[in-house]
């Protein structure tokens, strides 16, 4: 990758030698690597076991969790928002795996409704909840910098299964507690 990002200096027209430059091949690389380590993570080591039996079968909801993902198209940033809900079925999640799960599905390159999905169906096969929803509000800085320039654009995504998908009074309990201050 450090090899590619020095071909990519030269075909910027810049001198890849030059004192500030020399080391930004390597950084890159690094920099790359980290934007989207999601790739070297499974569900089964982030959730490291925190799955609790527990008599609770109320909606569980942990909102606006940060996210920074890669567009697959431009490879340039997209991020913004996370709000996860779910409905147990005798089993709870440690609240943090839920951000961690953002972050395995996040940190790779992507488009925004494939992430909104992936996140969905891992909370699925975590708990085997009665129902899982996720909104994922996002801004592409392919939209924001470059192609149609729209800075003020946000694309929200969502994804419902189960009794989300089937129930309109939880989908909207759950969409009231996400979009409540
Ligand atoms: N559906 C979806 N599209 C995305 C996402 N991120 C970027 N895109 C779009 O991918 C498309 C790629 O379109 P192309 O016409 O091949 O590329 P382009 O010429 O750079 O397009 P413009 O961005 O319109 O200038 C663009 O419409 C982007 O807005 C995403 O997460 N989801
Ligand atoms: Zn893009």
Do not use: W
């Amino acid at each position: 990758m450090a090899r590619s990002y020095r071909l990519l200096l030269g075909g910027l027209g810049e001198n890849p030698d030059r004192q500030g430059l020399i080391k930004t091949p390597e950084r890159a690389a690094k920099a790359m690597l980290y934007f989207t380590k999601g790739y070297d993570q499974s569900l089964e080591d982030v959730l490291n076991g925190a799955v609790f039996d527990e008599d609770h079968d109320e909606m569980v909801v942990v909102k606006d969790i940060e996210m920074f993902s890669m567009c697959e198209h431009h490879l340039v940033p997209f991020y913004g928002k996370v709000s996860i809900g779910y409905l147990p079925c005798n089993k709870i999640l440690g609240l943090s795996k839920l951000a961690r799960i953002v972050e395995i599905f996040s940190r790779r390159l992507q488009v925004q409704e494939r992430l909104t999905k992936q996140i969905a169906v891992a909370v699925t096969q975590a708990v085997q909840p009665a129902g899982v929803a996720v909104v994922v509000e996002g801004v592409h800085m392919c939209m924001v910098m470059r192609g149609v320039q729209k800075i003020n654009s946000k694309t929200v995504t969502s994804t419902m299964l189960g009794v989300f998908r089937d129930d309109p009074k939880t989908r909207e309990e759950f969409l009231n507690l996400v979009n409540s201050k």
